[in-house]
């Protein structure tokens, strides 16, 4: 697929993460276009919206934080929306702890934007974003992530993103508000203190998660497994 440009540009990264990123093997990136897709036109099919409201519904939310603040474990996830490995990651590690440690008390998790291409945020990133001032951004990733397969067909475009935010909206989320609020400043400071943490942390190409608890915190990157990250929870526990 075509990468097109971004909405915005990034300001912060620049050459240090570029640097660091390039010549990581073993992780391939492939950015979901922002435009349109190899079977543009058709209709897009949003699929999922109820079997993500069954894992993160009743679990509290407070912008980009899942799970109860009382948690004595916080797991940061550093992810890509439109970066098309990244979903089976998030499948294989994200959603079993959602469903297990969050949704029992025992972890929180807090998502950031973070972009693996040397492009920047594309739209999805302003999507999640804006989601978190309803505190469904957590819906809106995991539905995201689970039509990957349309983005692909489609482009993720604005189009696309209304769509998925019609999906999240089974439940009590304005629509409306959502794409206003995308367009604000508030919006971009966001992601651009996202992009902050992810270049003070080095982080190379890949998912990434930031486990921290009363005895520490480990750092784990380039796609860490679920059972990596579970022993991580042990260890800083």
């Known amino acids: 697929m075509s990468d097109e440009a971004p909405r915005r540009r990034p300001r912060l990264v620049g050459l240090l993460v570029l640097a660091l990123v390039v010549g990581v093997l073993g992780f391939a990136i492939v950015s979901i276009s922002i435009g349109t897709g190899t079977e543009n036109g058709g209709e897009i099919r949003i ?19 899942l799970g109860s ?17 990244c979903s089976d990651w998030n499948r294989d590690v994200i959603v079993p702890l959602i469903g297990g440690p969050v949704r029992d008390g025992q972890i929180q998790m807090i998502y950031h934007n973070f972009p693996m291409t040397e492009s920047g945020f594309f739209l999805g990133a302003y999507g999640a974003a804006a989601a978190a001032k309803q505190d469904y951004e957590w819906q ?36 409306e508000q959502w794409q206003r609020d995308m367009n604000g400043d508030d919006i971009t400071s966001v992601l651009e203190d996202d992009e902050r943490i992810t270049a003070e942390r080095r982080l190379p190409v890949g998912p990434a998660v930031v486990v921290g608890g009363p005895n520490g915190t480990r750092q784990l990157t380039e796609s860490p497994s679920l059972a990596q ?9």
């Not at 603040?69 to 490995?85: E, G, I, M, R």
């Not at 992530?145 to 769509?163: I, P, R, T, Y």
């Not at 990250?229 to 526990?237: C, K, T």
């Open 47 to 65: 699929t999922g919206a109820a079997e993500v409201q069954s894992l993160v519904g009743g679990i509290e939310q407070d912008g980009a934080r």
């Open 69 to 85: 603040p009382d948690a004595p474990v916080t797991v940061q996830v550093f992810n890509d929306l439109q970066c098309d490995p």
């Open 140 to 175: 809106f990733v995991e539905l995201f992530f689970a039509n990957q397969n349309e983005a692909e067909k489609h482009g993720a475009d604005q189009n696309f993103l209304n769509n998925i935010a019609r999906g999240v909206g089974i439940v009590n989320f304005n629509v």
């Open 229 to 237: 990250v579970q022993a991580a929870i042990e260890q800083v526990r």
